[in-house]
């Protein structure tokens, strides 16, 4: 059973900076892809960020130019640079590990709160 450990978030002003971490029980190179998805109250959730096992990145464009996703293959961690952040980043953010299209497993979350 693959388990997902996310870590890192907290309250941050606007404007400030977060890192989060996903720790994964296995190897990253058993999954095609990782992702961070991210639960607003109210909202539906939705993709932040996903690089493959390939290196190959992928951007909500709210978060282009703010956000960067990378993996440390060597730690099985995934991590989520966010810079610049906004009240309506404020959610609760997922990481995500997909071995196929329909076969994913998810982290519990982690609260970012964006408020001054």
């Known amino acids: 059973q693959v388990q997902l450990v996310e870590s890192g978030g907290g309250l941050v002003q606007p404007g400030g900076s977060l890192k989060l971490s996903c720790a994964a029980s296995?190897?990253?190179?058993?999954?095609?892809?990782m992702g961070w998805y991210r639960q607003a109250p109210g909202k539906q959730r939705e993709l932040v960020a996903t690089?493959?096992?390939?290196?190959?990145?992928n951007y909500a464009n709210s978060v282009k130019g703010r956000f960067t996703i990378s993996r440390d293959n060597a730690k099985n961690t995934v991590y989520l640079q966010m810079y610049s952040l906004k009240p309506e980043d404020t959610a609760v953010y997922y990481c995500?590990?997909?071995?196929?299209?329909?076969?994913?497993?998810w982290g519990k979350g982690t609260l970012v709160t964006v408020s001054s």
């Open positions: 995500n590990a997909r071995i196929s299209v329909g076969w994913d497993y």
């Open positions: 690089i493959t096992s390939g290196g190959m990145t």
């Open positions: 296995g190897s990253l190179f058993s999954f095609n892809a």
